[in-house]
């Protein structure tokens, strides 16, 4: 036997081999036509279908509280109730924060509760609680004088605070 005996295949094997080659070539061109293209950007479903996300809230001053979102909020749909009665003058919103405020000061150190509902440009919602002390525009400066951890039954754990400049001390704790 010479090489070429090796080499040469039946002419049966040869049509089949061409006919199983354009079955892969037509799948194939098929496949990729249903592909999208390069200029197809983004992710195939681009709906926001989560709710704005809390990321920190601020009481700039005695009458208003910034709720600060991860994404940009709309007024609109805004709902804000606090116990006890404050009453709430406007809601604005600017780019991903929400800004409430009320018609009356907050009294120093009152403990209050919000229920707010904020929701974003594509209808999400986000309802929470935030609790929260009066403005105390006049905090004192405080200095821890005398830490005591090792209290017993008749010495309890205990913290000597410093006053070092006046103040009132309401909502401090």
Not at 26 to 37: D, I, N, R, V
Not at 133 to 149: A, C, F, Y
Not at 150 to 167: I, K, Q
């Amino acid at each position: 036997m010479n090489a070429q005996d090796y080499t040469v295949n039946p002419p049966s094997v040869i049509g089949q081999n061409r006919g199983i080659s354009r079955i892969i070539q037509l799948t194939l061109l098929l496949l990729s036509s249903c592909a999208p293209g390069m200029d197809v950007g983004g992710p195939p479903f681009s709906v926001d279908l989560l709710p704005p996300e809390l990321q920190m809230a601020v009481t700039p001053d005695g009458r208003s509280i910034r709720f600060v979102s991860d994404e940009e909020v709309n007024p609109t749909p805004a709902e804000i109730t606090v116990q006890p009665e404050l009453p709430v003058a406007s809601v604005t919103a600017e780019e991903n924060s929400l800004t409430v405020a009320f018609a009356a000061d907050q009294l120093i150190g009152k403990a209050y509760t919000a229920r707010v509902t904020i929701g974003d440009n594509s209808g999400n919602t986000l309802s929470f609680l935030y609790s929260f002390s009066g403005w105390n525009p006049r905090v004192p400066e405080i200095l821890i004088n005398e830490l005591n951890p090792r209290g017993s039954g008749n010495n309890p754990d205990c913290m000597e605070l410093f006053t070092v400049t006046g103040g009132n001390l309401g909502g401090l704790c």
